[in-house]
């Protein structure tokens, strides 16, 4: 073969080879920058995907075929000096092709997805638990069965907000429902995404198939606050499920001391859940330090030491006079000393 050829050629395979290696990195970027819905890690999501693929091949050639007839067209028969480009209407074999073709395509889709995608609508067959989701801006609560292995001292049932644990390879009903606007609930890489209503029940359910971490986002616009929506859900090996719901409702237990009642519900009540996350509680927030243990902390926000009933209601009254700058607002005035007064025996409880 004449080596110019070859030499063309070598580079063409090295040009081709490049941007294939370009668009893995790509999608390794965008696996790594979070939930990436084409990265199925459950059997909902397995189907959904599969699906996605099989349109969007058809979708791809359509395109090719449809576009490659245009340029063809307008070339081979464009106006030029010595052929008159010609002007004709009806041609019933072409717009009977183009009927045709589209009509039983979108027919062979719509069968198609009924077929291999309507045991997602089917939320209870085998299902081994069901987790009751409430929306709200911007946050997620997860309150877990009434079951004895969620049961507090209290009697009522585990309560989280922003995680939830769920055992992998087992199907999880999700009922979901919404305080105030409509959010939705999505976990690309677990399955479908549904609509949280505010006065409605909607459900649907997740399976992870291998224990892991999974990142979840609200999908329906709701306000400031959408973008920070966020949702973690934690697959434990099914034979671990029962040691972390042990030590998630240890830390509950804690949480619901009947003896600070008063102090949580003040401060469930108050704008310290919007930063705050206590474990066992709905407070979930995550602009400021987790509270689950602040009472074993060595100092409050590293300017106050030790951390004791003094220290607490300073820096609760009027953090901004101790720390200049700091994110977490000024109390005193929005809240009684009362109040205050009962948030920080609580928070004193939180070994
Ligand atoms: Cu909630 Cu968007």
């Not at 606050?225 to 409702?249: C, E, P, R």
């Not at 009642?261 to 400021?288: E, I, Y």
């Amino acid at each position: 073969m004449d080596r110019m050829v070859l030499f063309v050629m070598r580079g063409h395979r090295a040009k081709t080879s490049a941007a294939i290696g370009a668009c893995r990195n790509l999608a390794l970027v965008f696996v790594a920058m979070g939930p990436w819905p084409l990265d199925p890690r459950g059997p909902e999501a397995q189907e959904i995907v599969g699906l996605y693929w099989i349109m969007f091949v058809a979708a791809m050639i359509v395109l090719a075929i449809v576009a490659g007839a245009i340029i063809y067209a307008g070339i081979r028969f464009r106006d030029r000096p010595g052929h008159v480009a010609q002007q004709f209407h009806g041609h019933n074999m072409l717009e009977l092709t183009w009927t045709v073709i589209p009509t039983v395509m979108v027919i062979s889709f719509s069968v198609l997805s009924w077929n291999r995608l309507n045991f997602i609508n089917d939320v209870d067959t085998n299902a081994a638990m069901t987790i009751r989701v409430q929306a709200q801006q911007w946050s997620w609560a997860f309150t877990y069965p009434d079951q004895p292995m969620f049961k507090l001292s209290d009697g009522t049932a585990l309560q989280a907000g922003g995680q939830l644990d769920i055992p992998a390879g087992q199907k999880i009903k999700i009922e979901l429902t919404s305080k105030d606007v409509i959010h939705s609930f999505w976990v690309p890489n677990l399955g479908g995404k549904k609509d949280a209503v505010p006065g409605h029940t909607t459900s649907l359910w997740i399976q992870a198939n291998e224990p892991g971490t999974f990142r979840g986002q609200c999908y329906e616009f709701c306000g400031d606050g959408h973008a920070d929506m966020l949702l973690t859900v934690v697959a434990h090996a099914q034979n671990d499920y029962a040691t972390w719901a042990k030590s998630a409702i240890d830390d509950a237990n804690r949480a619901i001391d009947p003896r600070t009642k008063v102090g949580r519900d003040t401060f469930l009540a108050s704008a310290c859940v919007g930063c705050h996350t206590v474990k066992g509680t709905s407070a979930a927030g995550k602009v400021g330090p987790e509270l689950t243990h602040i009472a074993s902390k060595p100092n409050i926000a590293g300017v106050l030491s030790p951390v004791n009933q003094e220290n607490l209601t300073k820096w609760v009254s009027d953090a901004p006079s101790i720390k200049p700058g700091v994110v977490m607002p000024r109390f005193k005035g929005t809240l009684s000393d009362q109040q205050i007064n009962d948030i920080v025996q609580w928070l004193l409880t939180l070994k």
